[in-house]
């Protein structure tokens, strides 16, 4: 717990200073620990009535807050377990993944993007303060403001 504790406040000295970052500033401290590039898993995890599950993140510009659970996939890792690892750390939810991704995006300079199904299965909504400010359940037709037009489109667009 103690450790939890002490990794929250680092990363809330932290936010203010890695949001004034540029981009492309961030993309360089972010490819030191990566080496080579990037592979981004991210979940979409509905409810019972089709809403997406949303979170506000903490490291994210506030034009663009909002996004789906997820994160960088580990060495070795497969993108089904990365999301379900990446969804269980963000928000304490345990999910089925499902075993092929519903969206693959490339073309960007250092990341490619995997976008999966995932059910709930378990757990209790309990966010992670270090990287998620809040959780929401949004109607596809209803979505924040604050997120991306790539990945409005994204949700907005799926079967």
């Known amino acids: 717990m ?81 999301v379900a690892r990446e969804v269980r750390e963000e928000t304490s939810l345990k999910v089925a993944v499902a075993d092929r991704p519903l969206r693959v995006a490339s073309g960007f300079r250092f990341r490619v993007e995997a976008y999966y199904e995932a059910e709930v299965t378990g757990g209790r909504l309990d966010l992670d303060p270090a990287e998620i400010l809040e959780a929401r359940w949004f109607p596809v037709d209803d979505l924040p403001a604050a997120m991306s037009p790539r990945l409005r489109t994204l949700i907005t667009t799926l079967p």
Do not use: C
């Open 2 to 82: 103690r450790g939890r504790l002490t990794d929250v406040m680092a990363r809330r000295m932290i936010a203010p200073a890695w949001r004034k970052l540029s981009g492309r500033v961030q993309w360089r401290l972010a490819r030191l620990r990566h080496p080579t590039f990037l592979v981004y898993a991210g979940g979409i995890v509905r409810d019972d009535e089709g809403r997406i599950l949303l979170l506000r993140h903490r490291l994210w510009p506030p034009y663009r807050a909002w996004g789906l659970p997820g994160g960088y996939v580990n060495a070795g890792e497969r993108l089904e377990d990365g």
